[in-house]
């Protein structure tokens, strides 16, 4: 298996700007979670699904956030409007029995 | 809030020495979680030790879980130059399978040839 896979690895826009951050984890896994990750405030949960439903949103910075999970190997978190705070590493991680398997994570840079 | 706090923030030794980081959480929970994150990369899970649990090992770590005083150690035995990275605990709360993690803010650990 490859792995969760996330993309783009990489992401430089403009304020104001729509970003839409994808993510494949790994087959088999259930549970999906998106992160944040700054140096101030540490690794954030912004949501996580469990059978493609979201549990738990109450880390979602905004109304500007949104996430879906349309399948089980398919999602996807969207900023829209993007703004120069929502700069940072974006993981993607599953689950299985517990243990979480990150994705490389998208560094986004909002300018 | 259940978050983990680590301790120390930041380690340095000198290679083949051991290196022993803290966690301390505030609530109840089903299991603790270790995971080491290099620079630039994704966190990698190391080991997971359930609440009816003490102690746990794992090639050259061993974890141990107290859950009267809240807290948890990640031992790294014999510690390589390769060791070098970030380590977070992880606590999970009681209420089944795949629930959330809280993640405290990470023991940057450094290793010197």
């Known amino acids: 298996d490859a792995g969760v896979i996330q993309s783009p690895r990489h992401e430089v826009t403009e304020m104001g700007q729509e970003v839409t951050l994808r993510c494949k984890p790994i087959?088999?896994?259930?549970?999906l979670f998106w992160y944040r990750q700054t140096m101030m405030r540490g690794l954030e949960l912004l949501i996580y699904?469990?059978?493609?439903?979201?549990?738990?949103d109450s880390g979602m910075p905004e109304d500007r956030f949104s996430a879906k999970m349309p399948n089980a190997s398919f999602s996807t978190l969207k900023i829209q409007p993007s703004e120069p705070r929502d700069s940072a590493v974006y993981f993607c991680?599953?689950?299985?029995?517990?243990?979480?398997?990150f994705g490389p994570g998208t560094r986004l840079t909002v300018l | 809030s259940q978050q983990g706090e680590e301790d120390p923030q930041a380690l340095s030794i000198q290679e083949g020495e051991n290196a022993t980081m803290n966690c301390s959480y505030k609530?109840?929970?089903?299991?603790l979680q270790w995971y080491r994150q290099n620079s630039g990369r994704g966190l990698v899970h190391l080991i997971l030790?359930?609440?009816?649990?003490r102690e746990k090992h794992s090639g050259r770590l061993r974890v141990t879980l107290d859950t009267s005083k809240k807290s948890s150690s990640l031992l790294i035995t014999a510690s390589r130059a390769a060791d070098t990275a970030s380590y977070f605990c992880?606590?999970?709360?009681?209420?089944?399978?795949?629930?959330?993690?809280?993640f405290g803010k990470g023991i940057t650990l450094s290793v010197r040839p």
């Open positions: 030790i359930r609440s009816n649990e």
């Open positions: 609530t109840s929970i089903n299991n």
């Open positions: 699904f469990n059978n493609n439903v979201p549990i738990d």
């Open positions: 992880a606590t999970g709360l009681p209420t089944g399978a795949n629930s959330k993690l809280t």
């Open positions: 991680a599953s689950s299985l029995n517990n243990e979480q398997f």
């Open positions: 087959s088999g896994h259930n549970s």
